[in-house]
C-alpha cells in the first residue's frame, strides 16, 4: 500500500483588518490614558475578521513537523454518538449522501461499488489518501475499494438519508462541554471544533449562552486581547481567554456564556466543506441542542449571533427549527447568495462575492490556519486527522462559476428569501444600505420571516461593519436579554461607562451608547410587554452626521419607526426621462413635427475596463472619511437625467426600478444605474445602484411596481434583438436616504463598475465601441419609479456631503445632455460702514 505524503499548505492570503477583537478594548484603554503608551490596536491578538481569514503570525510550517502523541485538546467521540468509520485498510464513513474516505493510498483510483454489485463511480485520491464520493443515492451495502486491487476494500458501508440522520436527543445529552477548546460530536460521527467561555465558573451558573457558528475561526483557542486587559480578567475573564469572533467576545464581556463551533470542514472540525450543504445545516441542529443541553445554560436555550458568514449561517440553522434554539441575531447578511451578491442582476461580482468564496476556501484548506498547526504540533491528534479530508473540500468558486443561472436544484437551498418563512424564533436583523461586502439587498427579505413570532429589524445607511456600531449595540443586547436570558435588560455599569473609549479607538471618533430605555422596567413581563408594542422596522437616517460628533462616525442623525417591510406608508413615485435630460412627471409630450413615431434617445459607449475599478482603491472603508474615488460623469461613457429642484424633503425608503428602453446592436447588455442627490450645494451624493444583464430581464410573478424581480431561470433568458427596442426593468436595490429640499434627483446610466468599494463585475466581452442607447418619447417612455415616504419630519439641517457612510460624495458635473445648473444667486453687497 502506498505511504501517504504530507500535505503542503498553501501560504496564507494577505491578512485583513484586526478590528473585530477590540470589541473589548473599551474596558482597558481607559487604564493607560494618554501617556504616550502603545496604541492598544497595535497590541491586540490576531483575530478572525469579516468577511476575510484570520491573521495568522509567521509563515505555515510543513504538517510533517508536528508531534503524533495523544491529543488533550478535546473528548473523543462517545461509543454511541454517531456512526464511527467502517473498519478495513482505510477509514470509510458513509453519511448523508456522501462517502468519506480517508488515510487510503494516496492518489489513487478507487472504486465506489453499489449494493447491486455495480461499480458507481470511480475516482482517485489525493495527495492526503483522502476522497469524497458526493450526491451518491443512500442505501446499504456499498463497498470501497482500490480499483486495481479489488480486495483491499471496506465493506457494508451505509449511505445515508435524511430519515436516517434524524436527530438523537440520546446523542446531545451524552456530551459534556467543558469551558476551553474541545470538540462536538454530530449525528453522523463527525466532531466539530468548539471554544466555550463562561463568565464563571460552572457550577455558579446557569448562564444565558449564545453560539456562533461559521467556517471562519470561531473555535481558535481564546488569546488575551492585549497585555492591558490583564487587571480586568477578574471582572471580565473573558478578555484573558478571548474568543476570535466579535459577537461572542462581546456577548462574554456582557455576561454570556459563549460558544464558538467551526463548520464541518473548516478549522479543526472533521468532515468536508461545502457551501451551506444539508450536512452543515444538521450540524447547526446538533450543535444548538447540544451546547444547550449543557447544565450551565440558562433556561436551556441558546442564541444565535454574527455578523456576515456567521450572521448568514443563523438563517440556514433556524430553519432546522431546534426546539432549544431561542432566538437569532442575523447582522450584515444576504437575502439570496446568488442575486444579493454573486450575481446581482446577472453579473458576476468578482470583486467581495468570488474573492471571498476563493479566501473561505484556501482557509478551509489543511491547516489554513496557523492556529490548526499550533494545535496540531501540541499533541491534537483529532485535529490533524481532521486535516485529511480538509483536501477534499468542494470548490464552491467553480461550481459558482458553472451555474450562472438560478436554478431549484443548486440556487435555491442556498437562497434565504426562498425559506426564512420556516423560522419559527424570534429575530433581531440589522444591515447597511452601502455594505461593501453583503450589499442591501438584505431587506428583500424582511417581508418574508411570517413563521417568526417577532422580528425586529434595524437598517441605516452605513458600511460591513456597523452592525456592531453602538447606535446597533445596546438594541441587540436588550434584544439578547429579553429572548434569551428572559429578564430585565441590565447592562453593566462599568461596560457601558467604557464602551465609548472603544468605539473611539475603532473609528477615530467618539460615539456614545444610547441608554437602555428598559433598565428601570419594574420585572420582565413588563419590558418585554414595552418591547414588544414598538416598531418592528426601524430605519437611522444619515448615519455619519450626528449633532455633535466628528463627521463620518457611526451615529445617525434621526431615527424614524415603521410597522412592516416594506412601509405601509410608501407611494411610488415616478419620473420620465426627456429628452432635454431633465427628469418629469408626465411622459415624454409627441414631438408634432416629428411625428407619434419619432424616436428620442440618448447612447452611451460600453466601458471595458469599468468592470474592475471600485470607488475605493486603497484605504479602508470603515475610517470617518475614507479616500473614495467618485469621478463625474462622462459624456461618451453615461447618459443622465436630473430632475428639477425639490419644493420640500422628500424621504425614501425602499427599492425602486429603472424602467428603460433600450437599443443596441449587440444580443445583450451590461447596464447599471446609479441614483444620486444633486444638491443645493453643488454637491452630488450618491445613494444607490442597481445592475442588469439585459438577457436575464423576464420578471419572477412576484415582481411589483417598485421591485422588478427577476427570474434568471435559463428557460426565462432572452436575448435581445439587435437594433430593436426592448423594455428591460432594472432594480435599484434598497435605500434609505433624505432628498433636502433644493436638492434634485439624479439618475444616471452607464457600464457597471465605479459604484461600489468592493464589487467588481464580469462584463460581457464587448470592446469599447459598442453603444447603448435609453430611448425617451412617446412610444418608449422610459421612467424611473421610487419608494416616496409622505408625511416624515426631518429634524436636522443638510448634512456635510462627505460624512454620510458608506456614500461616495463629488462636485457635480452635468453631462452635456443635461441642462446646466442655474448659477447661484448673487451675494449681498456688505453693508455700508
Known amino acids: 500500500m502506498t505511504r501517504r505524503r504530507p500535505f503542503s499548505a498553501p501560504p496564507p492570503p494577505p491578512a485583513p483588518p484586526r478590528w473585530p477583537l477590540l470589541a473589548a478594548l473599551a474596558l482597558v484603554v481607559p487604564a493607560c490614558g494618554d501617556d ?23 509563515d505555515t510550517p510543513e504538517p510533517d513537523a508536528g508531534p503524533t502523541p495523544e491529543s488533550d485538546a478535546g473528548p473523543e467521540p462517545e461509543p454511541d ?17 456522501q462517502v468519506y474516505i480517508w488515510q487510503a493510498p494516496v492518489e489513487t483510483p478507487i472504486d465506489l461499488v453499489g449494493p447491486d454489485g455495480e461499480v458507481v463511480a470511480t475516482a482517485p485520491t489525493d495527495a492526503q489518501g483522502s476522497l469524497v464520493f458526493r450526491a451518491v443515492p443512500p442505501g446499504e451495502g456499498y463497498t470501497v475499494r482500490v480499483a486495481a486491487d479489488t480486495a483491499i476494500a471496506v465493506t457494508d458501508v451505509h449511505v445515508r438519508s435524511l430519515e436516517d440522520l434524524g436527530p438523537d436527543p440520546a446523542l446531545y445529552t451524552s456530551q459534556t462541554l467543558q469551558p476551553g477548546y474541545g470538540y462536538l460530536t454530530t449525528r453522523d460521527g463527525t466532531q466539530l471544533s468548539i471554544f466555550v467561555t463562561l463568565p464563571g465558573p460552572p457550577e455558579e451558573g446557569p448562564y444565558p449562552t449564545v453560539v456562533t457558528y461559521s467556517g471562519y475561526s470561531p473555535s481558535r483557542p481564546g488569546e488575551l486581547v492585549s497585555p492591558m486587559a490583564e487587571p480586568f480578567c477578574n471582572t471580565f475573564p473573558i478578555l484573558c481567554d478571548a474568543p476570535s469572533d466579535p459577537n461572542t467576545l462581546i456577548a462574554g464581556v456582557l455576561g454570556y456564556a459563549t460558544v464558538g463551533v467551526n463548520m464541518r470542514g473548516t478549522g479543526c472540525s472533521g468532515g468536508a466543506y461545502d457551501y451551506f450543504e444539508p450536512l452543515q445545516l444538521l450540524d447547526g441542529y446538533d450543535v444548538v441542542e447540544t451546547v444547550a443541553a449543557q447544565p450551565w445554560v440558562l433556561h436551556n436555550k ?36 446568488a442575486t444579493s451578491t454573486l450575481v446581482p442582476g446577472g453579473i458576476y461580482n468578482s470583486g467581495f462575492a468570488l474573492a471571498w468564496i476563493d479566501n473561505v476556501l484556501d482557509r478551509a484548506q489543511p491547516y489554513g490556519h496557523q492556529w490548526i498547526r499550533d494545535l496540531v504540533d501540541a499533541g491534537d491528534t483529532v485535529c490533524e486527522e481532521h486535516q485529511l479530508l480538509h483536501s477534499q473540500n468542494l470548490d464552491v468558486v467553480a461550481k459558482a462559476l458553472a451555474n450562472p443561472y438560478y436554478s431549484d436544484e443548486v440556487a435555491k437551498p442556498v437562497d434565504p428569501s426562498s425559506f426564512v418563512g420556516d423560522i419559527d424564533v424570534p429575530v433581531y436583523l440589522s444591515g447597511q444600505w452601502q455594505d461593501e461586502q453583503t450589499g442591501p439587498h438584505f431587506a428583500t427579505m424582511l417581508n418574508k420571516f411570517t413563521g417568526s413570532p417577532l422580528t425586529r429589524f434595524f437598517t441605516t445607511n452605513g458600511v460591513h461593519v456597523d452592525g456592531l456600531a453602538p447606535q446597533f449595540l445596546m438594541d441587540w443586547f436588550i434584544f439578547l436579554e429579553l429572548y434569551v436570558a428572559q429578564r430585565v435588560p441590565a447592562f453593566d455599569s462599568t461596560a457601558a461607562s467604557l464602551v465609548p473609549a472603544f468605539f473611539t479607538s475603532i473609528f477615530g471618533a467618539f460615539t456614545p451608547l444610547p441608554e437602555n430605555r428598559f433598565a428601570d422596567a419594574p420585572d420582565y413581563e413588563t419590558a418585554l410587554a414595552a418591547y414588544e408594542a414598538e416598531p418592528t422596522l426601524r430605519v437611522v437616517f444619515e448615519t455619519g452626521t450626528a449633532p455633535d460628533l466628528e463627521p463620518g462616525a457611526p451615529a445617525g442623525a434621526f431615527t424614524v419607526g415603521f410597522d412592516a417591510w416594506p412601509p405601509p406608508e410608501t407611494v411610488a413615485r415616478r419620473w420620465y426621462l426627456q429628452h432635454d435630460g431633465t427628469l418629469g412627471d408626465a411622459p415624454p409630450a409627441v414631438d408634432p413635427e416629428a411625428g407619434p413615431d419619432a424616436e428620442s434617445s440618448h447612447a452611451f459607449h460600453h466601458e471595458p475596463a469599468a468592470g474592475d475599478r471600485t470607488t475605493l482603491p486603497s484605504g479602508s472603508v470603515e475610517a470617518l472619511q475614507p479616500p473614495y474615488v467618485f469621478p463625474p460623469l462622462t459624456d461618451e461613457n453615461a447618459v443622465a437625467w436630473i430632475g428639477a429642484p425639490l419644493e420640500e424633503n422628500l424621504v425614501m425608503v425602499g427599492s425602486g426600478s429603472a424602467d428603460l428602453w433600450l437599443k443596441t446592436a449587440e444580443t445583450d447588455a451590461d447596464l447599471e444605474v446609479n441614483l444620486t442627490e444633486v444638491r443645493p450645494d453643488g454637491q452630488e451624493v450618491l445613494v444607490q445602484s442597481g445592475w442588469l444583464r439585459a438577457s436575464h430581464r423576464v420578471l419572477r410573478a412576484d415582481a411589483t411596481e417598485l421591485r422588478p424581480v427577476k427570474s434568471h431561470y435559463l428557460e426565462d433568458i432572452e436575448p435581445l434583438t439587435p437594433d430593436e427596442w426592448t423594455l428591460v426593468r432594472v432594480e435599484i436595490m434598497p435605500f434609505a436616504h433624505v432628498f433636502r429640499a433644493g436638492s434634485r434627483v439624479r439618475l444616471s446610466v452607464d457600464t457597471p463598475g465605479d459604484s461600489r468599494a468592493a464589487w467588481r463585475f464580469i462584463l460581457l466581452e464587448h470592446d469599447a465601441s459598442v453603444t447603448h442607447a435609453i430611448g425617451h418619447d412617446a412610444v418608449r417612455p422610459s421612467s424611473v419609479v421610487l419608494p416616496v415616504i409622505p408625511g416624515i419630519e426631518v429634524p436636522t439641517p443638510l448634512p456635510a456631503c462627505n460624512a454620510l457612510r458608506g456614500q461616495p460624495c463629488r462636485a457635480y458635473v452635468p453631462l452635456a445632455m443635461e441642462p446646466p445648473l442655474p448659477a447661484p444667486p448673487p451675494s449681498e453687497p456688505p453693508p455700508v460702514q
Do not use: C, N
Not at 86 to 96: A, C, M, S
Not at 304 to 333: D, K
Open 36 to 58: 504616550g503608551g502603545s496604541d492598544p490596536a497595535q497590541s491586540v491578538t490576531d483575530a478572525a475578521t469579516d468577511p476575510g481569514p484570520e491573521p495568522d503570525a509567521g
Open 81 to 97: 454518538a454517531g456512526p464511527e468509520p467502517e473498519p478495513g485498510p482505510f477509514k470509510v464513513r458513509g453519511t448523508l449522501e
Open 302 to 337: 441558546v442564541g444565535l449571533v454574527g455578523l456576515s458568514y456567521p450572521g448568514i449561517s443563523q438563517l440556514f440553522v433556524a430553519r432546522t427549527q431546534p426546539p432549544s434554539l431561542a432566538a437569532i441575531t442575523p447582522m450584515s447578511v444576504i437575502a439570496d447568495s
